[in-house]
Structure formats: C-alpha cells, structure tokens
C-alpha cells in the first residue's frame, strides 16, 4: 500500500513563495515518476508539474513555468514544488500522485494511480 501525505500549503500573499512537500510510503518511490496537480473550487483538477523517477527529467504547466520548481530526494521518498512569485490565480488544493501509466501523457491525471489528500494553497491580492 502506498501512501502520498502533502505539506506546506498556507495562506500567503501574491508575491510570496511556498515549498510543497509530497512524502511517499512504502517501497519503491524511486521507480516511478510522480506530479502535482492542484484544482481550485468549482474547477477541474489540472496538472502543474511531473518529474521523471531519477529527477533528471521535469515537465511545467505553462501558467507555472518560470514560477514553480518541482524536485525529488529518492533517498528520504519525498517530493517537492517550490512555488515562487505565487498569484492569486495559483490558489487550490495541490495534491501529489505517483504515474503508473504510459499509455498517455505525463499531464493526463488518468496516468496516475495514488494520491494524496491536498494542501490547501491560499493567495491574497
């Protein structure tokens, strides 16, 4: 059984900087790679950003690139996104899930299997 548990998110102003935290129980965190996806009220759940199992490769929703790092640290299974320059149009629940599938793309929720809760993510203007 895998487990997915976020962390990070807050209430912050538009300007500010958050870091998401994604840790992964169980074994084998390193063999797949993962994404983070947010969805705001009333709205569909739409990928942000996914990286490969070593972290060596990374992929950005275009309203996000430039602003959003994700990374990885396979050794302490955990996950991260470093939110800069956050604006009020980023707030929503991010929640992290591991990619099982390869049938479609790395921004198609459908490739991925477990998820996390969410983290609530709040910007103020």
């Known amino acids: 059984q895998v487990q997915l548990v976020e962390s990070g998110g807050g209430l912050v102003q538009a300007g500010d900087s958050l870091r998401l935290s994604c840790a992964a129980s169980?074994?084998?965190?390193?063999?797949?790679?993962m994404g983070w996806f947010r969805q705001a009220p009333g709205e569909e759940r739409e990928f942000v950003a996914a990286?490969?199992?070593?972290?060596?490769?990374?992929y950005y929703a275009e309203s996000v690139k430039g602003r959003f790092t994700i990374s990885r640290d396979n050794a302490k299974n955990t996950m991260f996104l470093q939110m800069n320059s956050l604006a009020p149009e980023d707030t929503a629940v991010y929640s992290c899930?591991?990619?099982?599938?390869?049938?479609?793309?790395?921004?198609?929720?459908?490739?991925?299997?477990?998820w996390g809760q969410g983290t609530q993510v709040t910007v103020s203007s």
């Open positions: 990286i490969n199992w070593s972290g060596g490769d990374t």
């Open positions: 899930a591991r990619r099982v599938h390869y049938t479609g793309t790395y921004y198609d929720r459908f490739e991925y299997d477990y």
């Open positions: 169980g074994r084998a965190f390193s063999n797949y790679a």
